[in-house]
């Protein structure tokens, strides 16, 4: 969950088109069409008739099934019969559902129907593609009449002919060399019909929710607006694993650490079930129970738009969870917890009898067997870090996405500093590249030199280094040859690789990691195969937050006595101001507007103006001291603070 990624779009044939009223979804069997069918008259509600199967509007079709329609279908029709059953079904269908107003989605289009007929006749016949075509095209001209409208298509694509068919067949239960012969000429007759279709969806490039969006994108062109399913949620993790495992443990901890939503499994079925009136909907067969749950969560995303992230826990029947991860693919992760019995029982709250029971029930469901097919399965058997360690690699690690856009590269001679800190920068990273070589990963100048705010007299060099595990020997060797040269203070942060993506970071370093994604710094060096994640999010607001009590610590400490030098005094003292200015949704990095800003924004006649760089000069040690107690005073009384009574 790597992380959901965008499915390709639908392919639309130039021109504009009359709105219709009809349109059809063609596609090979197992190319989803009936399930795609459900899910939108579901949201669609009485806007859409759907026409499904042709036999029910054949009062002469044979009541078969299974293989003894198929041995009707290829053995005992004649061709021609077939054909003419097939389009006569269409004919009837297009007459039953289109006597009234309203949109009507068919099940297969003439196009599919078509194809039906040729794949057929060519494998019952042994007859040509220009035969089966031609016999098809006589039989359709006196069933439909040659002017016979044609809908609005939609073909939903499984690639190529021969990996179409082999799609197909592999979506069956059982299938024998009849039917793979079948579903490759198929696959070559829609193939044949592909310039007909107004749009095509490439449905094997997706998962089935992905499909279902590019369908709905694609009828708003006509004038059908559905609004896209689960287009608010960005990521679920459904949670599996037998009492005690820890899937309460692990969706408390994603909820703190990444802000997702904690939802429990049984709460979307007893939704369902009230809205549908299923007395027992564990009883429903898994794909619809499946598609049931996902309309929940849907609703529930809709009502909460401004929730990204799921947790949804307890996963114990695996064709439920299979049917889900059908649905949602990699948007979904399965997560399934494990743990050894005698730590289970430690952890239980309850006798050993009764989690014995709990047991007994999960294991009926079939929860264990989620471990066999899920996307992560975690020992949990050890300490709590473990737990963290590995839902913080699926969530920023190898799973997770990349951060959406690639940081800026700002050479080091280009950076809008002093000229003596721009050389400073450049041959600090000269030296760490040819120190490190391809372990760096890494080079970005932070600070008020990388935000273009330094003061030559002022500012240090502070620097971010990326590296791979294990180079602390070398990469200390240079930075003493360096402080040694540079003639400038050099303040370094150095993170692992896996530190990084993690984000295994204090709040500084997030803030500066946030601030090189949104473009506000660039870096000077970029492995090309390091993918950071993004730094973004709730975990970014409990970042400064965190940042902020920092801040106030560093300020208390001289005050109290500690030997702080006066600069850095200062730096504290607007850092204060600008976490707090961050956390009202405001940034600024130069001292003047932090200043400034600050004091529009939470104005106190009794607290004391925050000094400019220019102004600081002029101050001596105790004038900044004075500052600095005065903001420290301020901001305890703020904290302290009683919300005001509404009069």
Same mark, same amino acid.
């Given at each position: 969950?790597?992380?959901?990624?965008?499915?390709?779009?639908? &392919?639309?044939?130039?021109?504009a088109?009359?709105?219709?009223?009809?349109?059809?979804?063609?596609?090979?069997?197992?190319?989803?069409?009936?399930?795609?069918?459900?899910?939108?008259?579901?949201?669609?509600?009485?806007?859409?008739?759907?026409?499904?199967?042709?036999?029910?509007?054949?009062?002469? #079709?044979?009541?078969?099934?299974?293989?003894?329609?198929?041995?009707?279908?290829?053995?005992?029709?004649?061709s021609?019969?077939?054909?003419?059953?097939?389009?006569?079904?269409?004919?009837?269908?297009?007459?039953?559902?289109?006597?009234?107003?309203? #949109?009507?989605?068919?099940?297969?289009?003439?196009?599919?129907?078509?194809?039906?007929?040729?794949?057929?006749?060519?494998?019952?016949d042994?007859?040509?593609?220009?035969?089966?075509?031609?016999?098809?095209?006589?039989?359709?001209?006196?069933?439909?009449?040659?002017?016979?409208?044609?809908?609005?298509s939609?073909l939903?694509?499984?690639?190529?002919?021969?990996?179409?068919?082999?799609?197909?067949?592999?979506?069956?239960?059982?299938?024998?060399?009849r039917?793979?012969?079948?579903?490759?000429?198929?696959?070559?007759?829609?193939?044949t019909?592909?310039?007909?279709?107004?749009?095509?969806?490439?449905?094997?490039r997706?998962?089935?929710?992905?499909?279902?969006?590019?369908?709905?994108?694609?009828?708003? &062109?006509?004038?059908?607006?559905?609004?896209?399913?689960?287009d608010?949620v960005?990521?679920?993790?459904?949670?599996?694993?037998?009492?005690?495992?820890?899937?309460?443990?692990?969706?408390?901890y994603?909820?703190?650490?990444?802000?997702?939503?904690?939802?429990?499994?049984?709460?979307?079925?007893?939704?369902?079930?009230?809205?549908?009136?299923?007395?027992?909907?564990?009883?429903?067969?898994?794909?619809?129970?499946?598609?049931?749950?996902?309309?929940?969560?849907?609703?529930?995303?809709?009502a909460?738009?401004?929730?990204?992230?799921?947790?949804?826990?307890?996963?114990?029947?695996?064709?439920?969870?299979?049917?889900?991860?059908?649905?949602?693919?990699?948007r979904? =992760?399965?997560?399934?917890?494990?743990?050894?019995?005698?730590?289970?029982?430690?952890?239980?709250?309850?006798?050993?009898?009764?989690?014995?029971?709990?047991?007994?029930?999960?294991?009926?469901?079939?929860?264990?067997?989620?471990?066999? =097919?899920?996307?992560?399965?975690?020992?949990?058997?050890?300490?709590?870090?473990?737990?963290?360690?590995?839902?913080?690699?699926?969530?920023?690690?190898?799973?997770?996405?990349?951060?959406?856009?690639?940081?800026?590269?700002?050479?080091?001679?280009?950076?809008?500093?002093?000229?003596?800190?721009?050389?400073?920068?450049? @041959?600090?990273?000269?030296?760490?590249?040819?120190?490190?070589?391809?372990?760096?990963?890494?080079?970005?100048?932070?600070?008020?030199?990388?935000?273009?705010?330094?003061?030559?007299?002022? =500012?240090?060099?502070?620097?971010?280094?990326?590296?791979?595990?294990?180079?602390?020997?070398?990469?200390?060797?240079?930075?003493?040859?360096?402080?040694?040269?540079?003639?400038?203070?050099?303040?370094?942060?150095?993170?692992?690789?896996?530190?990084?993506l993690?984000?295994r970071?204090?709040?500084?370093?997030?803030?500066?990691?946030?601030?090189?994604q949104?473009?506000?710094?660039?870096?000077?060096?970029?492995?090309?195969?390091?993918?950071?994640?993004?730094?973004?999010?709730?975990?970014?607001?409990?970042?400064t937050?965190?940042?902020?009590?920092?801040?106030?610590?560093?300020?208390?400490?001289?005050?109290?006595?500690?030997?702080?030098?006066r600069?850095?005094?200062?730096? @504290?003292?607007?850092?204060?101001?600008?976490?707090?200015?961050?956390?009202?949704?405001?940034?600024?990095?130069?001292?003047?507007?932090i200043?400034?800003?600050?004091?529009?924004?939470?104005?106190?006649?009794?607290?004391?103006?925050?000094?400019?760089? @220019?102004?600081?000069?002029?101050?001596?040690?105790?004038?900044?001291a004075?500052?600095?107690?005065?903001?420290?005073?301020?901001?305890?009384?703020?904290?302290?603070?009683?919300?005001?009574?509404?009069?």
């Amino acid at each position: 969950m790597n992380g959901h990624q965008p499915s390709p779009g639908p &392919q639309t044939k130039a021109g504009a088109w009359p709105q219709p009223r009809v349109i059809a979804l063609d596609g090979a069997d197992n190319s989803g069409k009936t399930t795609q069918l459900r899910l939108l008259e579901r949201a669609s509600g009485d806007e859409v008739r759907i026409g499904g199967s042709l036999h029910h509007y054949l009062p002469q #079709w044979p009541k078969l099934s299974g293989a003894e329609l198929a041995h009707w279908w290829f053995s005992e029709s004649r061709s021609e019969e077939l054909v003419r059953l097939l389009l006569e079904g269409h004919r009837r269908r297009l007459d039953a559902l289109t006597g009234r107003p309203g #949109w009507v989605i068919l099940d297969r289009g003439p196009a599919t129907v078509e194809a039906s007929c040729v794949a057929s006749v060519m494998l019952k016949d042994d007859r040509s593609a220009r035969d089966a075509e031609a016999l098809v095209a006589e039989v359709r001209a006196e069933v439909l009449g040659e002017s016979a409208p044609e809908a609005y298509s939609v073909l939903l694509s499984l690639g190529p002919p021969a990996a179409g068919a082999a799609l197909s067949v592999g979506r069956e239960r059982v299938a024998d060399e009849r039917y793979a012969r079948y579903q490759q000429l198929l696959h070559t007759a829609l193939e044949t019909r592909r310039g007909r279709h107004d749009a095509v969806i490439e449905a094997d490039r997706a998962d089935i929710v992905g499909v279902q969006n590019q369908l709905r994108s694609q009828l708003a &062109q006509v004038g059908l607006y559905v609004r896209p399913l689960l287009d608010d949620v960005r990521r679920v993790v459904g949670l599996g694993g037998l009492s005690e495992s820890g899937k309460s443990s692990a969706g408390e901890y994603l909820r703190r650490r990444f802000g997702t939503t904690r939802l429990k499994l049984g709460y979307l079925v007893e939704l369902a079930a009230a809205r549908h009136g299923l007395a027992t909907p564990y009883d429903e067969e898994p794909r619809l129970l499946a598609e049931l749950v996902l309309d929940e969560l849907d609703r529930y995303a809709r009502a909460h738009y401004y929730l990204l992230d799921y947790t949804i826990e307890s996963l114990h029947r695996p064709g439920l969870t299979r049917e889900l991860k059908r649905l949602l693919g990699d948007r979904l =992760s399965v997560v399934y917890l494990d743990a050894a019995p005698p730590v289970r029982a430690r952890r239980s709250l309850v006798d050993p009898d009764a989690l014995a029971h709990n047991d007994e029930v999960k294991l009926a469901r079939g929860a264990d067997r989620i471990a066999g =097919s899920c996307d992560l399965l975690i020992d949990n058997t050890g300490p709590r870090p473990d737990l963290e360690l590995a839902l913080d690699r699926l969530m920023t690690g190898s799973m997770a996405r990349p951060a959406a856009e690639s940081p800026r590269i700002t050479e080091p001679l280009e950076l809008a500093a002093p000229p003596a800190l721009r050389r400073a920068a450049a @041959s600090a990273l000269t030296g760490i590249r040819n120190a490190l070589g391809e372990r760096l990963l890494l080079f970005v100048v932070a600070g008020s030199v990388g935000f273009g705010t330094a003061d030559p007299e002022l =500012s240090d060099l502070d620097v971010l280094v990326g590296v791979e595990a294990g180079c602390t020997a070398d990469l200390a060797g240079e930075l003493a040859r360096l402080r040694t040269e540079l003639g400038v203070k050099l303040g370094m942060t150095v993170l692992t690789r896996h530190e990084l993506l993690l984000r295994r970071c204090d709040s500084r370093t997030f803030s500066t990691l946030h601030s090189l994604q949104r473009g506000r710094i660039g870096c000077q060096y970029l492995s090309a195969d390091l993918e950071l994640p993004e730094f973004d999010g709730p975990q970014r607001h409990q970042q400064t937050i965190q940042y902020l009590a920092r801040t106030l610590h560093e300020i208390r400490r001289p005050l109290l006595g500690v030997e702080t030098s006066r600069y850095a005094l200062y730096k @504290s003292v607007l850092n204060a101001a600008k976490m707090l200015l961050r956390l009202a949704g405001a940034e600024e990095t130069e001292p003047a507007a932090i200043s400034a800003l600050f004091d529009r924004m939470f104005p106190d006649a009794d607290r004391a103006t925050i000094p400019s760089r @220019s102004e600081y000069r002029e101050m001596g040690r105790d004038e900044i001291a004075a500052v600095a107690s005065s903001v420290l005073n301020w901001f305890e009384r703020y904290l302290a603070a009683a919300p005001t009574p509404l009069r």
